[in-house]
C-alpha cells in the first residue's frame, strides 16, 4: 500500500486519481488497488528508487529517477521507438536539439551590458521538441533535395512546470518525449494525420497483453492548441481513468512562415511541378506516461488452487519479449559452489556477448526458496530462469523454467542461447 | 573558414584556442587549419546545424544541436560505451537520475509558504551525474547483496554554467556526459583506479586511427577537487592543444557518509568477512568533446598526383566501421529511373532491416558528377558507396566502392548485406 503522505499528496493533484483511491484506496483488502500494488513492485523489484516522490512522479506522467530495471526497460522502449520511426525510414532524419531556448541569435548580442546577459543567461527550457524540429527545418531541406514528405524524429526531456502550478514539489517537471514533425503538402495532409495516428495506436498495441487498453479519439476544437487546425490522440486507460500518451496535431504552413518570417522562398519544397511551404503534423509521445502504461498492461495476477485445495497467487509482470529489461536470469542450485559459480559466469558471458541481457542471480549468496526466487524473477518480468546445478557439471544439461507458461525444460548448455535468441526474434516479427 | 565573428567569440573564451587561432587562423592558405576546415565540414554534411554558435559550443566542449549525422554518430558512441561499460559487466547497473536536484525530501516540507515554494521550484540543474549515483546508493545495495565491488553507471545531460562565465551567451552550458561511479573497498581503490584508467583510455584509443593523439596523465595535488584523494585523466591533443575527455577521481568512504550522514550501518558492505564503508571511484567522460575528438582524429586529407601530374586533395572522414553514421550510401546511375529506383528501394529496405544504417542517396534528382558524390559520401564518413545501374537490371551486378581503398568492387546484389555485415563486424573485433 501506498504510504498515506503519499496518498495525500495523490489525491490533491489529480481529480482522476483522487475518484480512483477514493473508491478503491480503502478497500477491505489492505490496499490491493492496482496502481498501489504496482508502485510496491515497481519499488521492490529494481524500477524506480524507494523514495515516494519518484513513485508520485511517475503516476502523474512525468519522468522519475529509474533503478536498473526501469532503465532498460525504457531504454529498450526509446530503441523502439527509434527503430520503427527513423530508422526504417528513409524519409525520416533524427536531429538533436539542446534544452535551453532562447540562446538563436545571441551573436548578434555582443553589446549587452552584463546585467541583461545576466539575465538571458537564465534561459528556459524547452516544453516540447516541436521547435527545435522548426528552427532545424531550414538546413534539413538539402537532405532530401527540398522533395516532400519528410520528417525530424527526436527523443529527449522537456520541461512542464507549467501543469498541475500549485503541486510541483515533490513531483517532477521532467517528462521524456518522443517526437515526430512530418512536413507534408497541404492536400496530403489529412491523410497523413490518419497514417500516423493509425500507425502510432498500433505501435503501442504491439507491446500489449491487452491491446483493447490503448485507444485513439480526434481532439475535440475546443480542446485544440494555438494554430492547429485538427488533432487526435492515442489514450490508454489506467485504473483511474484515461490518459493521452501521445498527442498529433495538425497545423498550416503558418507554423513555420511565424518561425522562419522573412524566408518565404527558402521555405517552399517541391510538390509534384509546384512549389509549396509545407504543412506540419507534429507527434508527440510521452515516454514516462508509456513506460507506466505497458507496466501496467503487462501486470497480471494469476490464482491457482493446488492439490491440497490451497490458494497461490502470483503475480507476473508479463512484458513484451523486446521490452521485457531482463531476458534470462541465471542462478545455482546446491553443490561444489565454486565450479557451479565458474559455469555461470561462462554462460553470462557468452549470453551478454550476443546481446541477451543476463541478471546474475548467482552472485546472490543468500540462500532462498525456489519458490521465492519465481516469485521475483515472475515480478521483474524476466523471460526465462536458468538453474545451473550439480547436474550441469556432469552431463552439461540445465533447467530452463518459461515466465509465461511455468514450464520447465531440460536443455543442453551449448543449446540455451540459440534457444534464448529465437524466442525472441519469434516475438518481434509477431 | 570560420567567420570573423565566431573566431573572434571564440578567441576570447579560451587561451589554448587564441593561440590556436594567432598560429594558424591567419595562414596564406587561407584558413586550410584543422578545426575551422573541420567545422566547415561539419556544417555542410549535416553533422551539426549551419548557424555558428553550434560550432562554436562543440569547440568549447559543450553540447551544440545536432544533425542527422552528428545525431548518429553520438549516438553510435553512447552506444559502444553503454555495451562495454554496462551491458558486458554483471557487477554494473544502470540507473537514471532527474535532471533537476534538490527537491529530495519534499515531502517534509508540505507547510512552506507560496512564495517559497515558487523559490524552491526553481531548482537547480545537475552538474554531474555523481551525486545521482550516490543517492540510489543504498538501494542499489541488494541488486549485490552488499558484496563489493560494483557500479552504477548513467549517460545524460549536465549543466555547467559556471565555466568560462563571462562568455556563457552564444555558447551552451550542457554537456552529456557518460558516468561511472564505482564501489570499492579501500584495500582495492588504489588498483581500480589504475584499471579503470587503462581501461578507458584503451576505450577511446580502440576508435582512433591516431591512437598517440590520446593519452593520460595523473592530476596533481593542487587540482584535486574537494574530497578527492587522487585523480587521473583521458586527454585528447587537438589542434589548439591538449584537453581533457574524461576525469576519474578517487573519494574515501567519506562521500557516502557526507551524503547518507545518518545511516552508517546502512552503508555497509562486505569486505570478505568484514563490514566496511567502500570508496568511490567517479568516472566522467565529456562525450561532446569527445565527438569532436572522434571527428578530428579521424579526419585525413590526401593528396594524389594524377598522370597528368595534376594534384587532387581528397578529404575523407575515417570513422571507425562501428561509429560511422552512415554504413552505406545507395545511388543510382543513368537509366529508366523508376525501374532503378525500385531496385534502390527495395535494396534500402533489405539494408535498414539488419540495422545496417544506409543513406538514400537515389533519393535526390540532381544528377552530380561521380567525383563529387565521392567527395560528399568520402566527407559524410560513409563506408561503402553502391551504384545500382542498367547492369543491374540485367544480370543483378552492383558497383561497391570502399572509402578507405577507394577501390570499386563488382558484386552481385544477393551479396552485398552479408558483405558489408561482416565488414562491420570484423572491424568491432580487432
Redesign the interface.
Known sequence: MLTY??RK?LCRVNSNLLQFYKHYGKSSDGGSDPASSMMQLLQRR?FI?????HAVSLLKGK??????L???L??NMLEQWWSSMV??R??V????????VG??G??E??D?SKES?LV??RQPFRTSLLQ?AL??YI??L????R?LPFGLAETG?CYR?EEDDSD???????VTEASLVWFCSFRTSLQWLDYWTQHRLQWWRKFALGPSDFSMCDVQDDELIDGASRGAKVLYKFPWGTETLETLWMFSEAELLKRHPSNQAKLECRDGKKAVVPHVLSLGANMDRGVLAVLLNSLQDIQKVDNKQRLHQRTVLKLHPTLAPVKVALDMGKGSTSELRQVCEGL??EL??V?I??W?GY????HSSMDKLHTKYDEMGVLFTVMVGENTLENGLLLVRNRDTTVRETMHISEIREFILKCISKAENI
Open positions: 503522505c503519499m499528496r529494481f528508487p524507494p523514495e515516494d516522490y519522468a522519475c529517477a529509474y533503478g536498473p526501469g532503465v532498460d525504457k531504454r530508422r526504417s528513409p524519409q532524419f533524427g536531429i538533436s536539439t539542446l534544452h535551453g540562446d538563436k545571441a551573436g548580442v555582443e549587452l546577459k538571458r543567461r527545435g528552427a532545424q538546413p534539413s538539402e537532405l532530401m533535395n522533395k526531456l512546470p510541483a514539489i515533490g513531483c517532477s517537471a521532467e553470462l558471458h551478454l556477448e546481446g541481457s543476463a546474475p552472485m546472490d549468496t543468500t
